[in-house]
């Protein structure tokens, strides 16, 4: 069994989340590569007028990135900053995007889950895999790197109101696979062994 790191479950209760398509993480180019959400974005904005894109985090590649959404014309693309507490945008989002060309293990996915939120994300790592599989299920895998793919599933997404909230329903009872107690009880019979 892979090692996992464990996500604590402590998702705050909402009634409805609001249209908002979420991106949390550093903002840098060789790894996370923000700029394909940009274009997925600029793909399905004109057809999603109440939807908007937040993007959480800091890093070096944020002026490149500002730059890219002012030139491509984006209208509801808000980049909210730095933050040690990113649950009050779990809470409220609905789905979480993940572009990374490179990916360990993706935290992101596993809290935005546990806060009922459906993630989309390439199948560009065994981890991401892990988290998400099956496509569709747990979360949407899209195979890397067709930006054209990743809009299509994203607007479905988002236009999908049932399809959206069964997926997120099955992310946050998937991603119990990875709480500190199952992770940690791994860990005391891998230790135990040795």
């Known amino acids: 069994r892979t090692f996992t790191n464990p996500c604590a479950n402590d998702a705050l209760p909402v009634e409805q989340k609001r249209k908002q398509v979420l991106y949390v993480g550093r903002l840098t180019y060789a790894d996370k590569r923000i700029d ?10 004109s057809k999603m007028p109440d ?28 980049f909210c900053g730095y933050t040690s507490d990113v649950r009050p945008y779990y809470r409220d989002a609905s789905i979480l995007m993940l572009s990374s060309t490179i990916e360990g293990w993706g ?21 991401i895999r892990e988290i998400l599989a099956p496509s569709g299920v747990n979360g949407v895998l899209v195979q890397p790197f067709y930006l054209k793919s990743y809009a299509r599933e994203l607007e479905q997404l988002m236009a999908n109101d049932e399809l959206r909230s069964r997926i997120a329903r099955g992310g946050k009872q998937s991603v119990q696979r990875f709480s500190v107690e199952s992770v940690g009880a791994h860990w005391v019979k891998f230790l135990e062994s040795i």
């Open 36 to 45: 394909r959400l940009v274009k997925v974005w600029s793909m399905v904005e």
């Open 51 to 78: 939807w908007e894109f937040l993007i959480v985090g800091e890093g070096e590649y944020e002026s490149a990135l500002r730059e890219q959404v002012r030139s491509l014309g984006l209208k509801r693309v808000r």
């Open 107 to 127: 935290m992101v996915l596993c809290e935005a889950q546990s806060s009922e939120v459906a993630c989309i994300a390439f199948d560009s790592s065994a981890g």
